[in-house]
Nanobody, 131 residues
Framework: MRLVESGGGLVQAGGSLRLSCAIS????????MGWFRQDVGKEREFVAT????????YYADSVKGRFTISRDNVVEMVYLDMSSLKPEDTAVYYC?????????????????????????WGQGTQVSISA
C-alpha cells in the first residue's frame, strides 16, 4: 500500500486547510485510517482516526471540534479538514493505515491512537501556522 499526503502549507492562525491522503496499491476498503502529526523535537502525536465504513471517528482532545476526518472509498481518499488553526498545530502531518480487524479489536477509548499499530505510512505534508 502506498499513501501520499497533500494539501499542507502556510496559513495564518484562525485559518483552515484540507489535507488529503491518496491510497494506492492495496485493497483500500480493508483498512482503518489515521492522521498523526510530528513537530520538530517531539514525538509523533495522534490526531484522528476513522473506520473503514466511516461510521466511527475518534479525535485527540487538542483538535476535537476543529478538525474533521473523512474518507471516500470510491476514490480511495482520506481527508483531514482543519479549521480554527493555531500555531501549536504546526507539524508534519502523516496519513496511516491499519487493518480493520486490528482496529476494531482495540478498546474504543484507545482505538487507533498508537503509531506502532499502523502498518503503512505516507511521507508527510508540512503544515505551518503563523501567529
Amino acid at each position: 500500500m502506498r499513501l501520499v499526503e497533500s494539501g499542507g502549507g502556510l496559513v495564518q492562525a484562525g485559518g483552515s486547510l484540507r489535507l488529503s491522503c491518496a491510497i494506492s496499491g492495496r485493497t483500500f476498503g480493508s483498512y482503518a485510517m489515521g492522521w498523526f502529526r510530528q513537530d520538530v523535537g517531539k514525538e509523533r502525536e495522534f490526531v484522528a482516526t476513522i473506520s473503514w465504513s466511516g461510521d466511527e471517528t475518534y479525535y485527540a482532545d487538542s483538535v476535537k471540534g476543529r478538525f474533521t476526518i473523512s474518507r471516500d472509498n470510491v476514490v480511495e481518499m482520506v481527508y483531514l479538514d482543519m479549521s480554527s488553526l493555531k500555531p501549536e498545530d504546526t507539524a508534519v502531518y502523516y496519513c496511516s493505515a491499519m487493518t480493520e480487524g486490528r482496529w476494531f479489536r482495540q478498546d474504543p477509548g484507545l482505538r487507533g491512537r498508537e503509531p506502532h499499530d499502523y502498518d503503512y505510512w505516507g511521507q508527510g505534508t508540512q503544515v505551518s501556522i503563523s501567529a
